[in-house]
């Protein structure tokens, strides 16, 4: 593996793990106010495009880390979107409050 690769995923890693704390914060608070729904709207955008590329072009790498951004960030604009009642539901199945 030459230092090109390493970069590569350094990045897909970087890029994937981005998202986990968001995730996990929206799960946890369940709060999502602060979040911009376009912004998010977007991202999911992005990472579906990338994921297509990656398909067409066959690139593991690329197909790999998109289509895990893209389940992370379509969860999180999900969570944004959802009625507050939904929301805590989903939460609720998701990541029970520690008893």
């Known amino acids: 593996m030459n230092w090109v690769s390493l970069i590569g995923?350094?990045?897909?890693?970087?890029s994937?793990?981005?998202f986990v704390p968001q995730a996990w914060r929206?799960?946890?608070?369940?709060?999502?106010?602060?979040?911009?729904?376009?912004?998010?709207a977007?991202?999911?955008?992005?990472?579906?495009l990338w994921l297509v590329y990656g398909i067409v072009k066959a690139e593991w790498p690329l197909i790999l880390t998109n289509g895990i951004c893209l389940?992370?960030?379509?969860?999180?604009l999900a969570m944004k979107l959802m009625p507050r009642q939904q929301r805590e539901s989903v939460a609720?199945?998701?990541?029970?409050?520690a008893e």
């Open 16 to 18: 994937t793990v981005s």
């Open 92 to 97: 609720q199945t998701l990541a029970p409050p």
């Open 26 to 40: 929206v799960l946890r608070t369940r709060d999502v106010s602060a979040l911009s729904t376009p912004t998010y």
């Open 71 to 76: 389940v992370l960030a379509s969860f999180i």
């Open 9 to 14: 995923y350094g990045a897909a890693l970087c």
């Open 42 to 48: 977007i991202t999911c955008c992005g990472f579906a």
